[in-house]
């Protein structure tokens, strides 16, 4: 009962930080765990959201993304949460508006609340990023998540290793961050490896790329054999959407070692951290 009282509690007093306030959710591109868990997060700190796609909205009449910025503004949106197919996009409406605008995603670009949402599952499961080896496998090429984990895991000293085949990772991925390292060999980075995330192949950015999907599944596919054969105790991770029997097998995507689930459970508590810090770095917080 008394744990109960305190859980209330503190979901009153959760509801009271954004209470009242407007949070825009733009989304130009498909999305179901980072739109919905931002909406949730909005909505646990007591914020009014609202949420516009491409489909169904003036984008499909043709309207500019910043004149979509600007409208959305103008009717009182006091921050705008903006997932974007172009890498920039989110950089380039920061600049004409004069509310918070967090990237949830822009192009081949950035994903930076993943990366914060990951790099906080790992907390949960190791003791510290510096001297960490994350191993990041697949379509490194096309992925923002990939792009901001580096970014964020070299600044906390973790050991990094991409690997996947060339068409995914160019050699040059090593430029990416001081200390990557580019590898072929799955099964050889396994055996030191003590977060192994795993990456979609993005077949809608595929066009034109060398990739034999049967080669791909027999080198890079997690499977329960190459699992065993890892470091102990290394956990599994996956942004999602995860496509099972590609990059993954649903023997090791629902097995002990993975933290797929944690993660987008993490991605709300990670995303109302955001929006509170957003809010009252621009001084709209709690009045
Ligand atoms: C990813 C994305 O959209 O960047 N998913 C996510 O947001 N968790 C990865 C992907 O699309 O494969």
């Not at 980072?34 to 909505?43: D, G, I, N, Q």
């Not at 599994?236 to 097998?249: D, F, N, Q, S, Y």
């Not at 987008?264 to 009045?287: C, H, K, P, W, Y």
Request: net charge positive; proline share 3%; aromatic share 4%.
């Amino acid at each position: 009962m008394q744990r109960r009282l305190a859980k209330s509690d503190s979901r009153a007093a959760l509801v009271r930080t954004l209470a009242g306030r407007r949070v825009a959710l733009l989304f130009y591109e498909a999305s179901t765990r980072t739109r919905v868990s931002f909406e949730f997060a909005a909505k646990n700190l007591g914020a009014f959201t609202t949420v516009v796609t491409a489909a169904a909205s003036s984008i499909e009449k043709g309207e500019s993304l910043v004149d979509t910025g600007y409208t959305i503004q103008a009717t009182g949106a006091e921050a705008i949460v903006m997932r974007h197919p172009a890498s920039g996009a989110a950089a380039l409406l920061a600049r004409h508006i004069h509310v918070p605008l967090i990237n949830a995603g822009d192009g081949m670009h950035e994903h930076p609340t993943q990366a914060l949402l990951d790099a906080f599952t790992m907390l949960q499961h190791k003791k510290t990023l510096r001297g960490l080896h994350v191993l990041i496998v697949g379509d490194i090429f096309h992925s923002r998540v990939a792009r901001s984990n580096v970014q964020l895991l070299s600044k906390f000293g973790s050991r990094i290793t991409l690997c996947g085949p060339d068409a995914l990772l160019p050699r040059l991925s090593a430029t990416l961050a001081d200390g990557v390292v580019v590898s072929r060999d799955f099964d050889a980075e396994l055996k030191s490896a003590d977060v192994i995330m795993m990456l979609r192949v993005q077949k809608e950015r595929l066009a034109g790329l060398d990739l034999n999907v049967a080669d791909y599944i027999a080198q890079y596919q997690l499977t329960g054999e190459r699992l065993q054969a890892a470091k102990r105790g290394a956990v599994v991770m996956h942004p999602g959407p995860m496509i099972r029997g590609m990059e993954i097998t649903a023997e090791v995507a629902d097995g002990p070692q993975s933290v797929i689930v944690e993660q987008v459970q993490n991605g709300v508590l990670t995303r109302m951290a955001i929006l509170a810090r957003a809010f009252a770095m621009s001084g709209r917080g709690e009045r």
